[in-house]
């Protein structure tokens, strides 16, 4: 079966960094677009930072640009978030997600049409 299990969230001050990893289990990666996603309560789930599956395309939420890094290691079927200069915003539950390969990524990623899969999710809290 497919599985997609965050890890890496927890507390940190503001200004702080944190890596999440998402692990994939039953599924590659490749030829699949992939991201990260958040949500607080009584909010929507808002994309924050997607990549094409052919890595030819990027895209980040305009609040992270800058300070968070998408990758991922198809090899190893892991998908990182690496987030810097962290602030109580940021603060959220963080979901990885992949999705088919979509000629528009920015929509896909804000819109999380057609995703095939969900992780659990990871906690996020930015505060002093």
């Known amino acids: 079966q497919v599985q997609l299990v965050e890890s890496g969230g927890g507390l940190v001050p503001p200004g702080g960094s944190l890596r999440l990893s998402c692990t994939a289990a039953g599924l590659s990666f490749y030829g699949y677009a992939v991201g990260w996603f958040r949500r607080m309560p009584g909010y929507d789930r808002d994309g924050i930072a997607c990549l094409s599956a052919t890595d030819d395309s990027i895209y980040y939420r305009d609040s992270v640009e800058g300070r968070f890094t998408i990758s991922r290691d198809n090899a190893n079927n892991v998908l990182i978030l690496e987030m810097n200069d962290l602030k109580p915003e940021d603060t959220a539950i963080y979901y990885c997600?992949?999705?088919?390969?979509?000629?528009?990524?920015?929509?896909?990623?804000?819109?999380?049409?057609?995703?095939?899969?969900w992780g659990r999710g990871t906690a996020v809290t930015v505060s002093s």
């Open positions: 997600g992949v999705g088919p390969n979509t000629p528009n990524l920015r929509v896909w990623c804000m819109t999380q049409v057609g995703m095939d899969y």
